[in-house]
């Protein structure tokens, strides 16, 4: 078998067989086959496609490059959530805990943010002494005795992804269905769990920019997991503005807390009830999702969702007098008031722009190498539909360093759109692919 012929048979849009999808995956991540030989393969796809079967055995063959979670000692469906990112985006963090203290078995593998999209881990880690690095038995015993982990992926899991993902940067094959669906469905196989859901955002501050390409990946990504034997279901949800009002990574786990005491922004927590009510639907803990729903409403207003997450935290080596007084948190020192330049109402409030400007104020990351300020970001006073007056509030940036505040304020000044009409604002939730 030779490469060669493979992008050979993908350029004359034929369908590739499955041993020589694993030949190409196999030989890539060995480094036997050249850079130019896998982007010529990859352009290929690109261009002319995958079919469903295809797609998973890409899928699978890159699962197969390296580590596998096996989580087949722990009873019941083992359930794993992952979201395409956006900004203020920190459903994880109430719906692991959320769903664990209704019975659910949840193991997380995440990952760090890199631009303005901030990652779980991140925030995770603003919390004092909390460990993302969890050796492979604890991990299992946490899921099996706890309900939850959430940890940071191995080196060696799906070794091919993180080799293919970095030659698409650079070879504009980014933006190809069903190696984004691959990419994303093989870490989530690769982490052992039985059933999968997914939050695929769409919106200016999100991946995909439309309802319709969401809809797209979703579907790839529901049919990889209907290929592989993972009971899989996703939602597409909107991503226009911000999800909450806090953006940062310690500002985001204050509103996470306040979500888990029953209390927090309205669209944050209705988005984490329906994730929450199709993940309790995937593991058999309540089939109906109206029922599913309202037992996470109980558990939010009962204190146990908020002590799932102290209890995470306390496994994981972090201090839970921050879970218990969310104002224990590390909050950057300085702050700066965004205000109103025009009267009307908020017509549209751009979520990129708003997690460019979180990035600036030193949130966010511009290569993975750089370091966070925790406590830097933004809480925002005004959201799409509210009414200003000139001198209103907009938004407060917190910083460490006052030199940020300027072109983080020129960033967010221009994510506000201020017009006389008041906006008709659409479901946060535009369907659900099972």
Sequence with gaps: MRLYDIIAKKRDKKELSKEEIEFFIEKYTNGEVPDYQASALLMAIYLNGFTKEETANLTMAMVNSGDVVDLSMIEGVKLDKHSTGGVGD??????VPMVAAAGGKVAKLSGRGLGHTGGTLDKLESIPGFNISVEEDKFIDM???????????????????????????????????????????????????????????????????????????????????????????????????????????????????????????????????????????????????????????AILKDGSALAKL???????????????????????????????????????????????????????RHTKDDALDYGAGIILKKKMGDYVKVGDVLATLYSSDEAKFEKAEEELQKAYSIQSQKPEKSPIIHKIIR
């Design 90 to 95: 920190k459903t994880s963090l109430i719906l």
């Design 143 to 297: 899921v099996k005795n706890a309900g939850l982990v959430i940890a940071g992926q191995t080196q060696n899991l799906v070794p091919a992804d993180k080799k293919i993902y970095a030659l698409r940067d650079v070879t504009a094959t980014v933006d190809s269905i069903p190696l984004i669906a691959a990419s994303i469905m093989s870490k989530k196989i690769a982490s052992g769990s039985d059933a999968i859901v997914l939050d695929v955002k769409y919106g200016e501050g999100a991946f995909m920019k439309t309802a319709e390409d969401a809809e797209k990946l979703a579907t790839a990504m529901v049919n990889i997991g209907k290929s592989v034997g993972r009971n899989t279901s996703a939602a597409i949800t909107l991503n226009g503005e911000p999800l909450g009002y806090a953006i940062g990574n310690a500002l985001e786990l204050k509103e996470v807390i306040e979500v888990l005491k029953g209390e927090g922004p309205e669209d944050l927590r209705e988005l984490c009830l329906q994730l929450g009510a199709q993940m309790l639907r995937l593991g058999n803990i309540e089939t109906d999702v109206e029922k599913g729903r309202a037992k996470l409403e």
């Design 310 to 364: 102290r209890e995470l935290v306390v496994l994981q080596g972090g201090d839970p007098k921050v879970i218990d007084n969310s104002e224990l948190f590390t909050i950057s020192p300085l702050t700066h008031e965004v205000k109103a330049t025009k009267e009307g109402y908020v017509y549209e409030l751009n979520a990129e722009g708003v997690g460019v400007s979180s990035l600036l104020t030193g949130a966010g």
